[in-house]
């Protein structure tokens, strides 16, 4: 069961997508950390997921976010520190609507010789309000560029699993229900379990692998104990969390097999 750290976290109480994050998470022997990408407003690629904070660093240049004393973390660095931990991998969820973002990242990916440990995160489809901030479009993009390019699809409501993975040809999928807003989270928990009924879920897990040899499906975010178990009923293969340490001491009991 593969474990990745939501903003490359260990546990709730993180801030997340900090160097600090990722050096706990990687510790921790995460399979790898999901974090966030976005432009500084001089265009410098940056792990910030927008509207966590209360200045928004997207409006600075990257000297003005160094003055500052934030720890935010250029992509750039990141990938340095990928390179000195070759077992980690990462997944980059592109926070901007931005062609301009996708082709600079996926060049510097190519750059980095980290083809083979990075996918490249959107949603199926654009929603700002819901947070949902790209599509997959962007992935489409991102594989015209590089074909060798990974790719990660989020769907929130996982209808046709099969329908994606013949369509689009990711290399993972994920789903469960959203965690913000709180009231979407509330309503969209019992909706989801509704649904995977409806459509048999752990049928179409299987089913999806069968087109895209190699595709992974993951489960996020998922914090709570008796939603990990939920979703490794479905036969996923790995779940995205805030809760790394929860979910890594759910596994070593040995009530799962890992």
């Not at 935010?72 to 070759?86: A, E, G, Q, T």
């Not at 099969?162 to 994920?174: K, L, N, Q």
């Not at 979407?184 to 895209?212: C, D, T, Y």
Request: glycine share 6%.
């Amino acid at each position: 069961m593969e474990i990745w750290a939501h903003r490359g976290r260990s546990q709730p109480t993180d801030f997340g997508n900090t160097l600090s994050d990722f050096k706990m998470a990687q510790c921790l022997g995460v399979t790898g950390i999901e974090t966030d990408i976005s432009f500084s407003l001089d265009k410098e690629v940056i792990i910030y997921h927008p509207g966590t904070t209360e200045q928004d660093y997207t409006k600075l240049t990257w000297k003005e976010i160094q003055a500052t004393g934030f720890p935010i973390v250029r992509l750039s660095d990141l990938f340095v520190f990928l390179k000195n931990n070759p077992r980690l991998q990462c997944c980059l969820d592109i926070k901007e609507n931005s062609k301009e973002l996708v082709r600079k990242v996926v060049v510097a990916i190519i750059g980095a010789d980290l083809e083979e440990r990075v996918h490249l995160t959107a949603f199926q489809k654009r929603i700002p309000r819901l947070k949902m901030e790209s599509d997959v479009s962007l992935l489409i993009y991102a594989k015209w560029i590089c074909p060798g390019i990974k790719t990660h699809i989020i769907t929130p409501w996982p209808i046709n699993l099969v329908g994606i993975a013949e369509r689009y040809r990711p290399d993972a999928i994920s789903f469960g229900w959203l965690q913000e807003p709180w009231w979407l989270r509330l309503i969209g928990q019992p909706f989801f379990k509704g649904i995977s009924l409806a459509v048999n879920l752990k049928k179409q897990v299987r089913e999806a692998r069968k087109i895209r040899k190699g595709m992974k499906i993951w489960a996020g975010v998922v914090n709570e104990p008796k939603d990990m178990l939920y979703f490794i009923g479905l036969g996923i293969d790995g779940i995205v969390t805030d809760n790394p340490r929860l979910l890594k001491a759910l596994l070593d009991k040995k009530e799962i097999s890992v």
